[in-house]
């Protein structure tokens, strides 16, 4: 009988969705690693934000979003939405 494997959980994108849209605008971005959609405009700019702040602070370790543990893209999440 074959051994399960388990596999170490990974980070493949992030996925970021605004709920506070009262002014019927549609806002989608994509990002070779996220994808965003919805959010009032100053809270879609504010996801944009964070997920640019992630990407480049793991390009500057020389990672990509695949590359990091799910806790280090936490801590850089929480790191890039408190600026």
Do not use: Y
């Amino acid at each position: 009988m074959a051994r399960k494997t388990k596999s170490k959980p990974e980070v493949v994108g992030l996925l970021g969705v605004g709920l506070d849209n009262h002014d019927e605008h549609k806002r989608i971005t994509r990002g070779e690693e996220f994808f965003l959609v919805g959010g009032s405009q100053e809270t879609h700019e504010k996801m944009q934000d964070v997920a640019i702040r992630v990407t480049e602070s793991l390009k500057n370790r020389g990672k990509r979003l695949k590359d990091a543990s799910p806790d280090e893209v936490v801590d850089l999440i929480h790191d890039a939405h408190d600026h």
